[in-house]
């Protein structure tokens, strides 16, 4: 799932790509994609690229008129800028991996595409951005939060410190992959319990939260869209890296295994050597 880094590199590769550049045409490609009923996506011809930024982890282009086309890529969304379509021949609603196709007036633009068979990405064109649900529940920015800003929303949701640090409501841009890297760097379990943590613990968790997303933007900005994820893979020591060594210590990355999902980490850095069971079995180690 694109997180902060990713979104954040995309809507930088926006601003310096399509910025000024007018809209030949928006084309709805997945019609579960788009969320919203009114603007119409014909309002958008015609309009310039005025900005592109983030919120969290959605993806905001402006257009002129204080138009938004606000975008959460889900699991499996992705951005593809084109220098040319192949066609000039309006997309057909199907089955394909192309939800949303945005036009220029240079005969360049962008997709928005989904891969697999479950389709959540959701689009969303408005005036106003609190009319876009994830974005209005959104909490602070997690690489914008201070310490005492961090240290009070950790606070405010007890929990494992996993699944806090991944609620967008509480801080807005971590998702799965990074939370792994981030408890990596702190040495914190991702079962720790959030009430439990003590000042120094969550001063750690707060400078590590900084140091690896600031690095992952650092790496990304600049990146071509095609080129982030291989990026993204490159600066990770833990997650998605299950029985292969720990770049800290040398001990093997283990998993913990959900219904839908997955988690990484280190015995030796993060729970004192000792590996974590499996939540669906038996009792979790902290």
Not at 6 to 14: F, N, P, R, T
Not at 47 to 59: I, P, T
Not at 95 to 123: C, M, N
Request: hydrophobic share 40%; net charge positive; charged share 25%.
């Amino acid at each position: 799932m694109p997180e902060l880094p990713e979104v954040e590199a995309l809507a930088g590769y926006l601003r310096q790509r399509a910025v000024g550049r007018r809209v030949d045409r928006l084309e709805i490609a997945a019609i579960s994609a788009l969320k919203t009923y009114e603007p119409a996506p014909t309002e958008v011809a015609g309009r310039a690229v005025v900005d592109a930024s983030r919120h969290g982890k959605f993806l905001d282009v402006l257009f002129e008129g204080g138009l938004h086309l606000v975008v959460h890529l889900a699991r499996a969304g992705w951005l593809h800028y084109r220098e040319a379509f192949p066609s000039t021949t309006p997309l057909r609603p199907g089955k394909g991996p192309i939800a949303v196709r945005v036009r220029l007036d240079d005969g360049s633009g962008f997709d928005l595409t989904e891969a697999g068979t479950q389709k959540k990405l959701a689009a969303y064109l408005v005036t106003d951005l609190a009319a876009v649900p994830g974005v209005a529940k959104l909490g602070p920015d997690a690489l914008a939060a201070d310490l005492p800003t961090f240290t009070e929303r950790l606070r405010s949701r007890r929990g494992q410190v996993k699944g806090v640090l991944t609620d967008q409501s509480v801080l807005s841009g971590v998702g799965n992959a990074y939370s792994d890297e981030i408890l990596h760097a702190a040495k914190l379990s991702p079962f720790a319990i959030t009430d439990r943590l003590t000042d120094a613990q969550l001063a750690t968790l707060h400078a590590a939260t900084r140091q690896v997303l600031g690095d992952a933007v650092e790496r990304s900005l600049g990146q071509r869209a095609a080129e982030l994820k291989g990026e993204k893979r490159s600066g990770l020591k833990v997650h998605a890296r299950t029985g292969l060594p720990c770049p800290v210590c040398g001990d093997t990355v283990r998993e913990v295994s959900f219904a839908d999902s997955s988690l990484q980490y280190c015995p030796t850095c993060q729970t004192g050597g000792k590996p974590l069971a499996d939540r669906r079995l038996s009792r979790l180690v902290r």
